[in-house]
């Protein structure tokens, strides 16, 4: 508890101007190290990276191979959101990105899991989309009931469907759930629950992101249906990836 006092605030104010100015100065921004022409995918070798970073140029940390440039650069010109397109993260980089946060969201909560549970991304619409639509699945237990965490990041929303089989209620555990039931909208808090019966179309997302309890009658894995047909014709595996390992980011 001292620790926690000395850090301080779990929240802060943003930064002022002149903190998000004195931080940049010292980044290092990406400069190509030749001329270079439009449509070129970029490669570690045809850039350097150097101080000062200008004003919306690239910085080191952002750099991915495979920038492709939308425009000619002069040797040594900045390279910047007006000259490159930036590629999109690897599959595998989005979901490392999202246990990190999502493992930041337990901690935060005070939610602790053993190492016996199985879990899963759902991703609707793809990988590259799972940021904005999609969730993460923690089965605790699943028998003649059924728990599970169910964990949304902040910005995510889960698409309408319904169950024929399941009957299940949700509580909020953290965050704060937008849930929509048969088109009336809710907004749950810590505490809040919301009983969801058989076949009763639902959907639900979240600004600031959420963990809630699933807790339900049993799951059976083709008991899904949605209300955009694209999704219920895809096969399970791929709009699942499953977890094989959490604390060594094994997918």
């Known amino acids: 508890m001292k620790a926690k006092r000395l850090c301080g605030d779990e929240t802060r104010p943003p930064a002022s101007p002149e903190e998000v100015d004195s931080l940049r100065s010292l980044k290092r921004g990406v400069f190509a190290k030749r001329p270079l022409k439009r449509g070129a995918e970029l490669q570690r070798d045809d ?52 246990i990190h946060a999502i493992k930041g969201m ?31 699945i923690i089965e605790c237990i699943n ?54 019966q058989q076949a009763v179309w639902h959907e639900f997302s979240t600004e600031t992101g959420a ?5 339900s009658t049993t799951h059976f894995d083709d008991d899904s249906f949605y209300g955009d047909k694209a999704i219920n014709r895809l096969e399970r595996a791929k709009r699942k990836t499953i977890v094989n390992h959490w604390g060594r980011y094994q997918i």
């Open 106 to 136: 337990l901690n935060e909560a005070r939610i602790s899991l053993n190492t016996d549970f199985r879990a899963e991304f759902s991703h609707h619409y793809g990988i590259a989309q799972f940021p904005q639509v999609g969730a993460t």
């Open 211 to 215: 963990i809630f309890e699933e807790i």
């Open 47 to 98: 850039v350097y990276f150097a101080m000062p970073c200008e004003p919306g140029q690239i910085t080191s940390g952002e750099w991915k191979a495979g920038v492709v440039l939308t425009e000619d650069v002069k040797r040594d010109q900045a390279l910047s959101a007006s000259n490159v397109r930036l590629p999109h993260d690897p599959d595998k980089q989005v979901l490392f990105t999202a």
């Open 143 to 196: 028998r003649g009931y059924c728990k599970k965490l169910i964990i949304q990041l902040p910005g995510q929303r889960h698409p309408a469907h319904y169950h024929k089989r399941k009957e299940e209620t949700f509580q909020v555990l953290y965050g704060v759930l937008n849930v929509e039931v048969e088109g009336r909208r809710r907004v749950l808090h810590p505490g809040d629950t919301q009983l969801i």
